[in-house]
């Protein structure tokens, strides 16, 4: 749920090196991944903080702004 945008919207479009990125992250834990994506850690594989990046910029958890 929390990627759906990400996927329908940016996935497609990512260079194939950002889309094996994309695999790589989601062989990590679910729990992980929630942290990474809500901003509460940053992921321990430096390799994997550009697609977190791009995740997080482009999924349904922004914070809203005023």
Do not use: C
Request: proline share 8%; net charge negative.
């Amino acid at each position: 749920l929390v990627l759906m945008p990400f996927l329908e919207n940016i996935y497609p479009t990512l260079e194939q090196s950002d889309k094996e990125l994309y695999w790589l992250l989601l062989e990590e834990q679910d729990q992980d991944l929630f942290a990474w994506f809500l901003r509460r850690e940053n992921p321990d594989k430096p390799e994997l903080q550009r697609i977190v990046d791009v995740i997080r910029a482009n999924t349904g958890l922004q914070k809203p702004h005023h």
